[in-house]
């Protein structure tokens, strides 16, 4: 009798270290691994990134030194909703889509 409860103890005992081995082998867990990795290394940097420079075209006041795109620089004379008026050079403005801007520096 005792020797049977040391059986059924040693049987319960090795049941959730089988199960656990075998959730951690799965391809299922190994998949699903590999997508948190992929989006804790790529997706979140990439999108607190975009915020942020969200953030800086939504704050351009008027002699913000800007790059374009395109790669112009220049100084913000005027924001209006969707578009920036840029002065590239002395007597030369330029209009541009707020979406073209690249980079803020104050």
Do not use: C
């Not at 959730?16 to 075998?22: A, C, D, H, I």
């Not at 190994?30 to 915020?51: D, E, G, S, Y």
């Amino acid at each position: 009798m005792l020797a049977q409860a040391q059986d059924a103890a040693a049987a319960a005992g090795q049941e959730p270290s089988n199960m656990f081995q075998q959730i951690l082998s799965s391809p299922m867990f190994m998949f699903v691994i590999i997508i948190v990795l992929f989006w804790v290394m790529l997706i979140r940097p990439q999108r607190k990134a975009q915020k942020e420079q969200q953030a800086r075209i939504a704050a351009l006041q008027r002699g913000d030194k800007v790059v374009t795109n395109a790669g112009l620089h220049g100084f913000v004379e005027k924001v209006n909703d969707r578009t920036v008026s840029l002065k590239i050079a002395e007597g030369v403005v330029v209009e541009l889509e707020k979406n073209a801007i690249v980079q803020v520096e104050k």
